[in-house]
C-alpha cells in the first residue's frame, strides 16, 4: 500500500491511498496514515480511487482515524472509491460515520463549507 498527500487549496489536505486495504496493505498504511490524520486537527480527503480492495482492517482503520480527527474538531471525508470499495463501505454503514462523495472536488467542497460554517 501507498500513501500521498497533497496540499489542497483551503486548507484541505487530500491523501491518496493506492493498492489493497487487507491485512497486509492495511496494517502497512494503519501507522502512516494515523500519523498524518490523528495527530492534528484538519479537514481531510481520503481519495479512495486507486483502492482495489477493503477488507475489514481498511475499515478499521478508516473509522478509527475519522473519528480521532473529529475529536480534534477537524473532518475527514473520503471521496471516489471504485465500485466494489463502495459497495463494502455502504455494506458496513461506513457512509452513515464518514461521508462518502463521488468525486475528490465533490469532497473538497463539502469540507470547505463544513469549515467555514464552524
Known sequence: MDL???QLADGVEK???VGRM???G???INQRLAALVASRKLMAVVDLS???FLASIGIR???VNARA???RGGVMALANPQPIVAEVLKMAGIDTIIPVYPDVD???SALVAAGESR
Do not use: P, W, Y
Request: aromatic content about 4%.
Open 15 to 17: 491523501i491518496s491511498l
Open 26 to 28: 492495511g496494517h502497512d
Open 61 to 63: 482503520t478508516l473509522v
Open 69 to 71: 480527527q473529529s475529536m
Open 50 to 52: 486507486e483502492v482495489s
Open 106 to 108: 465533490s469532497a473538497f
Open 22 to 24: 487487507d491485512s497486509i
Open 4 to 6: 500521498r498527500s497533497e
